[in-house]
């Protein structure tokens, strides 16, 4: 199974890109909100985590292997939880994802149901499963995924503190999305975090300072 695919690359279409690597071009179907980003960056070497399926109807005996790619492990992760709710699966999650996986995510942890019935495809009665299945699984992806934050909160610390740092201030009373725009500041201080302890300290420092600018 190919998880991953690196080259150069050349086209960006509605619904799909391709891959130079080696010899070969490869057509990598993407949802829209990763097209957007890659249609500026044609010829520019890129790489993309991929998930392999096999679309067709084994009883009319055609089968297509596709691959389906994304700018981050996380955005992958995250599409695998979406598909795997009834009545999703891959070709709708493509469809659907025209918004950056943090918004959607944020959407899920809080029931917004009417947010998420305005993707294309999805619809109130799948929002609603959407939200059962997944609400409670949702909170890494909406700190950690966004196009400018993904990378540098890999960089600069492991999920598992990433996601305790996270909770630890849901706790002690700050609502989501202000713990997570407080844990993404401190990641971007460049500063590497290995503990919990570490990176909930540099999350009082940007408190302070902003404190003391208000």
């Not at 619904?15 to 071009?25: K, L, Q």
């Not at 981050?72 to 918004?99: N, P, Q």
């Amino acid at each position: 199974m190919r998880t991953r695919i690196c080259g150069t690359l050349k086209a960006v279409d509605t619904e799909s890109v391709t891959v130079t690597a080696g010899p070969f071009d490869y057509e990598v179907l993407v949802p829209d909100m990763v097209r957007r980003r890659l249609q500026n960056q044609l010829g520019n070497p890129v790489e993309l985590h991929t998930i392999e399926y096999i679309e067709g109807n084994a009883a009319g005996g055609r089968m297509t292997p596709r691959l389906v790619g994304f700018l981050h492990t996380a955005e992958r992760e995250f599409f695998e939880m979406f598909c795997s709710v009834d009545g999703v699966g891959v070709k709708k999650a493509l469809r659907a994802m025209v918004r950056p996986v943090a918004d959607i995510a944020l959407d899920i942890e809080q029931q917004n149901t009417k947010g998420l019935a305005a993707l294309p495809g999805i619809g109130p009665a799948t929002a609603e499963r959407i939200v059962a299945k997944l609400r409670r699984k949702m909170s890494r992806f909406a700190l950690l995924v966004t196009p400018d934050s993904a990378a540098v909160a890999s960089d600069s610390a492991p999920a598992d503190v990433v996601q305790a740092a996270y909770e630890a201030l849901v706790q002690l009373g700050h609502g989501p999305h202000e713990a997570r725009q407080l844990v993404e500041a401190a990641l971007k201080s460049g500063d590497k975090f290995s503990d919990v302890e570490g990176l909930l300290q540099a999350v009082f420092k940007v408190l302070y300072v902003a404190g003391r600018r208000a």
